[in-house]
């Protein structure tokens, strides 16, 4: 039996599309065991949606990592609690993903590498940022290289909280992903260059003077924000009360803001706002999560 704690996360952060993933303090705890029958138990927050067949991601997962070994997939008993909203762009895909090769990994023989693991995921989701968060904790720097991924990560300032407004309404990746234009202007890629650099300086400086110029972007919010309804509205209002940087959380629903405060200000001024705009959102500040993927049982062994 293995069983692991897996940290949500947040990706692109502005300008940083594709490239940026931050792990944060809401999680999937998965147990997995090699048993006599196929079953797998949910329960937790956030259970709507999750498959408890064959097609269950978890699982999907732990069949990549099977099929890697070269070893006929036995029946798993998966036990999930899930806390991490689903299709709210928070990396719950990404976790699941995470917690079904890594579990899956240590009862086949821990056959490979961290970076391994990195890498089919990426190969699974077409996108390593979420995934890396994920593993490592932190923010994670991510960089595609054919299947290989570089993946560096940036401790953060314990003091930095997020307070995240999550919409009733969901937004799969996929669809996200359909609503990008196929090429985009060379000074826009100029202008994300220069602001996902300053984003990493913020992080590595802990100064956060140029998070809010690290935030605006031009390759993907644009065409994601009209998907949430009031982004504007709530951009400004987080502005207004003090957030050090907003933006979309992944490719959303969720809004995500920065703040070096205890959040609970910002938190009641977005809340207020979606009713005003009478939009159903729940709204919560989150810590960030340092430490990725946790064994907590066995404790970790060797290189996973
Ligand atoms: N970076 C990806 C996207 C991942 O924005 O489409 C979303 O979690």
Not at 227 to 242: Q, S
């Amino acid at each position: 039996m293995v069983k692991v704690r897996v940290p949500a996360s947040t990706s692109n952060l502005g300008a940083g599309f594709d490239t940026f993933g931050l792990a944060l303090q809401l999680y999937l705890t998965v147990e997995m065991a090699v048993a006599k029958d196929f079953q797998i138990e949910v329960v937790g927050t956030e259970t709507g949606g999750i498959a408890t067949d064959e097609s269950n991601l978890i699982h999907l997962a732990a069949q990549e990592i099977y099929l890697k070994a070269g070893i006929p997939i036995p029946p798993l008993h998966i036990k999930l609690k899930n806390d991490i909203p689903l299709s709210r762009g928070l990396g719950s895909s990404g976790a699941a993903t995470t917690a079904g090769l890594v579990c899956a990994n240590q009862l086949a023989g821990q056959k490979l590498s961290e970076p391994e693991i990195l890498s089919l995921a990426n190969q699974f989701e077409g996108h390593p940022e979420n995934a890396a968060a994920a593993l490592f904790g932190g923010l994670t720097v991510n960089c595609v290289d054919g299947n290989d991924i570089i993946s560096e990560k940036i401790a953060v300032d314990k003091d930095l909280q997020t307070v995240l407004l999550i919409p009733e309404i969901t937004i799969s990746t996929d669809e996200a992903r359909t609503v990008l234009p196929k090429t985009v202007q060379h000074a826009d890629a100029v202008h994300n260059v220069q602001r996902s650099a300053l984003l990493c300086h913020a992080f590595l400086t802990r100064d956060y003077r140029n998070l809010r110029q690290a935030m605006q972007d031009r390759l993907h919010q644009p065409f994601r924000k009209q998907l949430i309804p009031g982004y504007d509205n709530f951009e400004k209002t987080a502005y207004e009360n003090g957030a050090l940087g907003v933006c979309i959380s992944g490719s959303g629903s969720t809004i995500l803001c920065f703040t070096l405060g205890d959040g609970t200000d910002l938190r009641d001024s977005l809340q207020e706002r979606a009713q005003q705009l009478n939009l159903q959102a729940a709204t919560i500040v989150a810590g960030i999560e340092n430490e990725g993927v946790r064994f907590i049982a066995p404790p970790k062994l060797g290189s996973v």
